[in-house]
C-alpha cells in the first residue's frame, strides 16, 4: 500500500528533581529493551527531562532523530510542567505512560510514584488544553509499558495520516440525495484539508488522457486481476483512462499534504458522459490505499482513511442496506451461528469492494441503473459476496449543526451466499435492531457506513477521542441490558 503514514516514535523519561533520575533512565532502558525484542525499533532519547532546560533538549533530540510521534515516559513521579511542555511544543501524536514498582524490597530509593505522577501529568494537560494518549491502564512494567506503546502505534498513524490528509472531491450530491451532505467545517477542525471541484473539471481531465499511452498497461493489469471474472473486457480501456487521470489528479492537487482520499461522482450524469460506472476503478485505488468514495460522500472517504491507516488493510464503503428475509435466515443462519434475524442485515454497494475482499468477482454492469439507462453506460461495477469473517462497521460524521459524532460495531461477514448482485455480504453484528434504531437512527447518520476487515474497534475509539469527538458522541452497539438513552424501558 502506498498513500499511507509510517510512525517513527521517539520515548523520553522524564524524572521528578526530588527523585533519582536514574530511576527514570534505568526504568527507560528496560522499556525500550523489551519493546525492540517484541516489536522493533524505537528511537530513545538520550536526555532525561527535569526541567525546562532538558525539555527544550530533549525536543531538539527527538526533531533531529525523524520522530512524528512521542512518549513521555514517566519512570518516577515527573516534572508537571516540564513534561506538557514537552507534549505542547512536540509537532505530533504524544503518549504518556508510566512505571509501575518493581519489588517490595525496593520500596525506599527505588520507589517512583508514577502511579501518583500520571494524575499530575493528566491534570496539566488539560489546563494547557493539550492532548495525549492515555493508556486504559497507564502504569507497568518495561514489557507491559512496550505493550502499550505497540497500541499507539496505529493511534499515532492516523493522527500523522490526519494532519496530512487532503480529501479530493468531484461535483456535488446528486439531487434527492442528501443523505451523505455534511457541512466541512469538522474536517479542518481535526487537521484535514479538502479541495471540492466540479465533477466538469474531472470530466475535462478524462477527455484529455485519451490515448494516454500507460493505458495499455493498465488494462493489462485490470485483466490479470479479473481473470475469468472479465465480462466487459470492452469497457476496460476506459476504466484504464479514468484511473490514470485521478491517479494524475492526485499527483497535480495534493499540494502540501502528503497523503489523498477522494469523494468521487457516479451518478446521475455520469454514466451518460463518462459512458461507463466508476466502481471498479474506486475499488483498485482504495487497495493501493488512496480510498475512494461514492456519491461524493466526503465523511465516507475520510473513514475509509482512518480504517485504512489502522488497519493497515483494504476497506470499503457500504450502505447498510437491506434486511435478510426471514426464509434465508431460517435456512442458512439459524441454528448455526448464534444471532437473532434482527442482528442480521445484508452490507451493499453496486461494485467499489476490492476484488481482494470478494469471495469471487465479476465486471458487470449496474443493474440498478441499468432499470432506467442503456446498461452499455452502466458497465464498470466490481460483483461478488464479500469476504466472511471479522469486520468492525464505523464511521466519522459531521452533523448537519457540524457537530462531530462516530459509531464503531464489532461483527463479522456469515459465509452465507446472499444470492443477489453488486458487492454484498450477509453482516451480523449483536443486538443490531437496537443499534440501528437507536444510533444509527436516532443519531441520524447517513447509509454508508465503512467497513474494516477485522476488529479494531478499541484503536478506531483511542482515535477518535484523540480527534476530538467527544465521549458521549462516540456510539458503540449496546449489549443487551445496557439501555440506550432513547430506549423505552417498557417496550
Not at 298 to 313: C, R
Not at 321 to 326: E, K, L, Q, T
Not at 377 to 400: A, C, H, K, M, N
Request: proline share 5%; net charge negative.
Amino acid at each position: 500500500m502506498n498513500n499511507m503514514p509510517k510512525e517513527k516514535i521517539g520515548i523520553v523519561a522524564v524524572s521528578r528533581d526530588c527523585f533519582p533520575m536514574t530511576l527514570s533512565e534505568n526504568r527507560r532502558k528496560a522499556v525500550v529493551k523489551a519493546y525492540q525484542e517484541k516489536y522493533g525499533e524505537i528511537y530513545e532519547c538520550p536526555v532525561c527531562v527535569e526541567n525546562e532546560i532538558h525539555m527544550r533538549k530533549a525536543l531538539a533530540d527527538i526533531k533531529d532523530a525523524g520522530c512524528n510521534a512521542l512518549v513521555v515516559y514517566l519512570g518516577n513521579f515527573g516534572p508537571e510542567s516540564s513534561e506538557t511542555l514537552l507534549v505542547k511544543e512536540f509537532d505530533g501524536p504524544s503518549m504518556v505512560v508510566a512505571a509501575a514498582e518493581e519489588t517490595g524490597d525496593n520500596l525506599i530509593q527505588g520507589r517512583g510514584d508514577a502511579y501518583c505522577g500520571v494524575l499530575n501529568a493528566s491534570y496539566n494537560l488539560k489546563l494547557r488544553n493539550l492532548k495525549a494518549y492515555i493508556p486504559e491502564y497507564p502504569v507497568g512494567t518495561a514489557k507491559e509499558c512496550a505493550d502499550m506503546i505497540h497500541e499507539f502505534e496505529p493511534i499515532a498513524r492516523a493522527v500523522i495520516g490526519l494532519n496530512n490528509l487532503k480529501i479530493i472531491s468531484f461535483g456535488p450530491r446528486p439531487q434527492d440525495f442528501l443523505a451523505c451532505n455534511a457541512p466541512i467545517k469538522q474536517l479542518y477542525n481535526i487537521g484535514v484539508e479538502i479541495e471540492e471541484n466540479s465533477e466538469l473539471d474531472l470530466f475535462e481531465a478524462f477527455n484529455n488522457h485519451a490515448g494516454d499511452e500507460r493505458i495499455p498497461g493498465i488494462v493489462a493489469e485490470m485483466e490479470q486481476e479479473l481473470g475469468a471474472g472479465n465480462k466487459k473486457p470492452e469497457i476496460l480501456a476506459k476504466l484504464a483512462q479514468y484511473e490514470i487521470t485521478l491517479l494524475d489528479w492526485v499527483e497535480g492537487h495534493k499540494g502540501s499534504r502528503d497523503f489523498v482520499a477522494i469523494a468521487g461522482k457516479c451518478w446521475p450524469a455520469f454514466q451518460t458522459q463518462f459512458g461507463f460506472v466508476p466502481c471498479y476503478v474506486n475499488s483498485r485505488l482504495t487497495q493501493r490505499g488512496i480510498p475512494v468514495s461514492c456519491e461524493v460522500d466526503i465523511y465516507g472517504a475520510l473513514s475509509e482513511f482512518i480504517g485504512t491507516v489502522v488497519s493497515q488493510d483494504t476497506v470499503t464503503l457500504l450502505d447498510i442496506n437491506n434486511s435478510v428475509p426471514a426464509d434465508m435466515y431460517e435456512s442458512e443462519i439459524k441454528g448455526k451461528y448464534d444471532y437473532t434475524l434482527k442482528d442480521t442485515f445484508m452490507g451493499f454497494h453496486c461494485g467499489n469492494t476490492a476484488s481482494g475482499k470478494l469471495s469471487f468477482c465479476e465486471m458487470k454492469y449496474q443493474l440498478i441503473m441499468a432499470r432506467s439507462l442503456p446498461e452499455e453506460v452502466t458497465q464498470g461495477t466490481l460483483e461478488g459476496d464479500i469476504v466472511p469473517g471479522d469486520i468492525t462497521f464505523y464511521r466519522l460524521q459531521s452533523t448537519s449543526d457540524a457537530k462531530i459524532r462516530a459509531y464503531i460495531a464489532h461483527g463479522e461477514v456469515l459465509p452465507v451466499a446472499t444470492r443477489s448482485f453488486g458487492g454484498i455480504g450477509v453482516f451480523a453484528i449483536p443486538e443490531m435492531g437496537r443499534f440501528y434504531r437507536h444510533v444509527l437512527i436516532e443519531k441520524n447518520y447517513p447509509h454508508h457506513g465503512a467497513v474494516a476487515f477485522g476488529h479494531f474497534g478499541k484503536t478506531l475509539y483511542e482515535v477518535f477521542k484523540y480527534i476530538g469527538v467527544p465521549v458521549n458522541e462516540i456510539n458503540f452497539n449496546q449489549p443487551k441490558g445496557m439501555m440506550y438513552p432513547t430506549e423505552n424501558p417498557f417496550a
